[in-house]
């Protein structure tokens, strides 16, 4: 079993999810009572069926939502006030959600702009976040220019620039085709392997969880509690081929009879 | 690219042509339906009269519509923000639209006397409604994704407003304006009718109703026809706009 | 493999949507033919039941008030019905010349000025008229008594608004007063504008609005057109030159029952003003008996004793056509015995 190291240096946050109770309007309970420990710097996924309040579980940490009962504490260190830690937050969704009306750089300078940066000092970390996901030559174009992959990969991009120590992904690849698929999980874990912040990536996928994370947690259907939590145990480098790896498949056949077992 | 004006073009002719041919078969007598060529004749000799009347109905017109569309999108901004707001308020916002002319036109003279003001009021209530539904509509249907991603990093309300529910809402706005610009040119022409200056003959209004009292239906129609033209200019000024600011983007103007 | 899985799947697919489709298509037809069905009987019927109620209508041309008063003295006392005469009596918006509506057919009788008459006839609308109810013309422009105005050319040397229609009578005025200081716009029924303010003047009928702005408490103040030079008959009942020579005898009837009916009124008017008061609203009962009152000078004068309620002389056609011909409202004067049918010399049958 191979220990998942995390540097002193490292600049994710950790995420500490106690008894956490969400309910919705129409009187839906989405969770009861989830208790979650997220290491700094952490790759985490989380599995679940349709309605198992994952996408509910992430917004919680987001700050969009807010609990019945419950806390959920973001830190790196006891000493760090929740508010501060938030704001090196990001959040991809499952479609890319890009503004039409602007052009991929001044999309992915948005949240800087938010931020209150001048304009001056936020052209070169978008132009910077647009390279690490290779799009370099189409700063110029429109959303509409682009294709489904480029776009997340803008998306992407958008989500890297404020250089998060949270990242939040709400199954951003379901909706693209399996080879662009494998790429952006590809690029995904290695802009994570240069940054190593935290990332809680929810998908539906054991072979995307399996590929890009050190630890995957299956929930059950809802209310979702957790029924299993499962360190990876593959090599911190991974690439495309690691999936037709014999290792690969026992993984993902653990989450699965995990995901079985949730169903019933 | 000049192509695609035919179409219309040539509806427009073939129904000369027919309303020509009906009223020359027909023998209808000239004070009931006047043929286009009567009409044309018409706007050609009264040239000089008719033009400053398209003038003083194209300034109202214009402040009119000007004022729907300011007064217009603040009043849907406004009631995007509040939920309370926009159920007590929007209700009657169809009000503007549903107001007859006629009865508020004496009214506005007791308030702002006669002259320009009273017509561009006019204008202004019959068009603005278009431009609040439409507006209204856009500003809500805001993609929610967008709106979490705003709040996420903090974006202040106005911020919000301005660079995403204002932009995403473009194309209604634009919608509402279209509508709005023929709305204007109809209620400043109706208000001519009974506030218009007679002598100089302030507006399109002025000279329909005269002619018509006259028992001179083709000069009356040389009237309607200028304001129909106003109507379209102004439409497809919005049109061009609309063409400018979406073409990067939407697929309306794709 | 792939391709031949792809080929096979979207027929069998499709005729299931064309066949659901056809069937629809064959739902909306038929109820498009009950709709035509219904939408041809419907018009069948309504046509059917116009035949039997064949009335002839007479268009006034304002709301019920006294200057119609000996027409619906004549509806409610018989003098319609006594002649074997089905009369409906309408009366018109703002809009369309009578005269208009008389020329094209949509109105067998109806209420017109004498110029209005003249200037259809010049157009080649065969119009005539047949009773003049106003041997004076009630046409005036009211204005506000305490600017104190000692005629009609006050008004229009003075600043100030005159609100009227672009009537000949208007283009007479500007004739005597060229270079109108008072701004002259358009006009909309009712005298509220007039009681809010002051320096506003309106055109109206010396029967109608000063008494109503008066009721209101305002200070109307009268000037008479005829007294200005312009008088043409006033709500002359007109009809078609065809409709003269073609049902004389009718005709006939119709003019001696209005003749019947004005006499009535005038030596009583409660009873048709109870009529008008339900049907117009804005007029009290006590201002129906003023105007009906104030009216009687310009309706019964030397004249009329003489020959008779709604008497037209050829002179004073003769002389309106000089007028408008001098307005440059016509080219050429017609001849007055074309504009107007004295009935008493219809053939009796």
Same mark, same amino acid.
């Given at each position: 079993m191979q220990e998942i190291v995390t540097s002193p240096h490292a600049t994710g946050v950790g995420i500490e999810v106690r008894g956490v109770r969400r309910v919705f309007d129409s009187g839906v309970i989405a969770l009861d009572g989830l208790s979650l420990n997220i290491h700094p710097g952490e790759f985490i996924a989380i599995l679940g069926p349709s309605g198992c309040g994952k996408s509910t579980l992430l917004r919680l940490i987001a700050g969009l939502d807010k609990p019945q009962s419950g806390s959920i504490t973001i830190a790196d260190d006891p000493d760090t006030p929740a508010t501060k830690a938030r704001e090196h937050l990001a959040y991809v969704f499952q479609d890319a959600h890009l503004l039409p009306w602007r052009s991929v750089l001044d999309n992915v300078a948005l949240p800087l702009e938010l931020l209150g940066i001048q304009r001056g000092q936020r052209l070169a970390p978008s132009r910077q976040a647009i390279e690490r996901v290779g799009l370099s030559d189409a700063v110029d174009r429109y959303p509409n220019q682009l294709s489904g992959g480029m776009r997340m990969r803008v998306s992407?991009?958008?989500?890297?620039?404020?250089?998060? !120590?949270?990242?939040?992904?709400?199954?951003?690849?379901?909706?693209?085709?399996? %080879?662009? !698929?494998?790429?952006?999980?590809?690029?995904?874990?290695?802009?994570?392997?240069?940054?190593?912040?935290?990332?809680?990536?929810?998908?539906?996928?054991?072979?995307?969880?399996?590929?890009?994370?050190?630890?995957?947690?299956?929930?059950?259907?809802?209310?979702?509690? %957790? %029924?299993?939590?499962?360190? %990876?145990e593959l090599p911190p480098n991974r690439a495309g081929p690691i999936r037709a790896t014999p290792e690969f498949a026992r993984q993902t056949r653990v989450l699965y009879e995990a995901l079985d077992r949730g169903q019933t | 690219m000049l192509w695609r004006y035919v179409p219309p073009i040539a509806v427009f002719v073939a129904v000369l042509i027919a309303w020509q041919a009906y009223a020359v078969i027909t023998g209808a007598p000239a004070y009931l339906l006047p043929k286009p060529l009567a009409v044309l004749r018409s706007l050609? #000799?009264? @040239?000089?009269? =008719? =033009?400053?009347?398209?003038? /003083?109905?194209?300034?109202?017109?214009?402040?009119? +519509?000007? #004022?729907?569309?300011?007064?217009?999108?603040?009043? *849907?901004?406004?009631l995007s923000t509040s939920t309370i707001l926009r159920r007590a308020f929007y209700p009657y916002t169809v009000f503007f639209q549903t107001v007859p002319i006629i009865a508020i036109a004496p009214m506005l003279v007791i308030l702002m006397g006669f002259g320009i003001l009273p017509v561009v009021v006019c204008a202004f209530i019959v068009s603005v409604f278009p431009v609040i539904a439409n507006t209204l509509t856009g500003l809500l249907s805001t993609d929610p994704a967008l709106v979490d991603l +705003? @709040?996420?990093?903090?974006?202040?309300?106005?911020?919000?407003?301005w660079k995403l529910r204002l932009p995403s809402a473009l194309p209604n706005i634009f919608t509402g304006l279209r509508i709005s610009a023929g709305l204007a040119v109809i209620g400043t022409v109706v208000a001519e009718f009974f506030v218009g200056e007679i002598v100089r003959g302030e507006g399109l209004g002025v000279r329909i109703v005269s002619a018509t009292k006259q028992g001179e239906?083709?000069? *009356? +129609? #040389?009237?309607? =026809?200028?304001?129909?033209?106003?109507?379209?200019?102004?439409?497809?000024?919005?049109?061009?706009?609309?063409? +400018?600011?979406? @073409?990067? /983007?939407? *697929?309306?103007?794709? | 493999m792939r391709s031949i899985t792809v080929a096979w799947a979207p027929r069998p697919r499709k005729s299931a949507i064309a066949r659901a489709g056809r069937s629809c298509h064959k739902?909306?037809?038929?109820?498009?033919? &009950?709709?035509?069905?219904?939408?041809?009987?419907?018009?069948?019927?309504?046509? &059917?039941?116009r035949d039997e109620h064949q009335a002839t209508t007479i268009t006034l041309d304002w709301k019920p008030e006294p200057e119609f008063g000996g027409f619906y003295q004549a509806q409610v006392s018989g003098a319609f019905k006594n002649r074997g005469l089905d009369i409906e009596l309408k009366s018109a918006g703002a809009g369309a010349p009578t005269w208009q509506l008389v020329a094209s057919g949509q109105t067998e009788f109806a209420t017109a000025a004498a110029d209005e008459v003249l200037i259809a006839r010049a157009k080649g609308a065969d119009v005539v008229a047949v009773f003049a109810v106003y041997q004076t013309s009630p046409q005036g422009i009211m204005v506000h008594r305490s600017r104190g105005f000692s005629s009609i050319g006050d008004l229009f040397t003075h600043p100030g608004i005159l609100a009227a229609e672009d009537s000949t009578w208007l283009k007479y005025l500007l004739g005597k007063y060229p270079a109108p200081i008072v701004t002259i716009t358009g006009y909309s029924s009712g005298v509220t504008v007039f009681l809010a303010k002051h320096d506003y003047s309106q055109q109206c009928f010396v029967t109608s609005e000063p008494l109503l702005a008066a009721r209101e408490g305002g200070d109307p103040q009268t000037f008479l057109i005829a007294d200005a030079g312009y008088n043409p008959y006033t709500t002359v009942l007109i009809t078609r030159g065809e409709t003269v020579r073609n049902h004389p005898q009718k005709v006939k009837q119709v003019v001696e029952a209005c003749r019947e009916g004005w006499r009535k009124y005038l030596d009583d008017p409660s009873a048709a003003n109870?009529?008008?008061?339900?049907?117009?609203?804005?007029?009290?009962?006590?201002?129906?008996?003023?105007?009906?009152?104030?009216?009687?000078?310009?309706?019964?004068?030397?004249?009329t004793r003489k020959s008779g309620l709604g008497v037209m002389t050829s002179q004073r056609w003769t002389q309106l056509a000089k007028q408008l011909v001098d307005l440059k409202v016509l080219v050429m004067a017609p001849s007055a015995e074309n504009c107007f049918v004295d009935v008493d010399k219809l053939p009796a049958n």
């Open positions: 992407l991009a958008r989500a890297m620039v404020t250089q998060p !120590r949270l990242l939040l992904l709400d199954e951003p690849f379901a909706a693209l085709d399996e %080879i662009t !698929r494998q790429r952006l999980d590809e690029q995904l874990r290695e802009l994570w392997l240069a940054a190593r912040m935290t990332v809680v990536f929810v998908t539906h996928s054991t072979a995307e969880a399996v590929f890009l994370a050190d630890r995957a947690v299956v929930l059950s259907k809802r209310p979702g509690q %957790i %029924i299993a939590d499962h360190t %990876i | 050609v #000799a009264d @040239r000089d009269n =008719l =033009l400053s009347s398209l003038g /003083w109905t194209a300034l109202a017109a214009l402040g009119g +519509f000007a #004022a729907s569309a300011l007064i217009g999108v603040s009043i *849907a901004v406004l +705003f @709040r996420l990093y903090g974006a202040r309300p106005v911020a919000a407003m239906p083709d000069l *009356a +129609f #040389a009237a309607v =026809l200028l304001a129909s033209l106003l109507g379209l200019t102004m439409f497809g000024a919005v049109n061009l706009i609309s063409h +400018f600011a979406l @073409r990067r /983007w939407h *697929a309306s103007e794709q | 739902q909306s037809l038929a109820i498009l033919k &009950c709709l035509l069905l219904g939408v041809l009987l419907s018009a069948c019927l309504s046509g &059917c039941h109870a009529v008008m008061a339900k049907l117009n609203t804005e007029m009290d009962a006590k201002t129906f008996e003023l105007a009906a009152a104030a009216q009687k000078p310009l309706i019964e004068t030397e004249e």
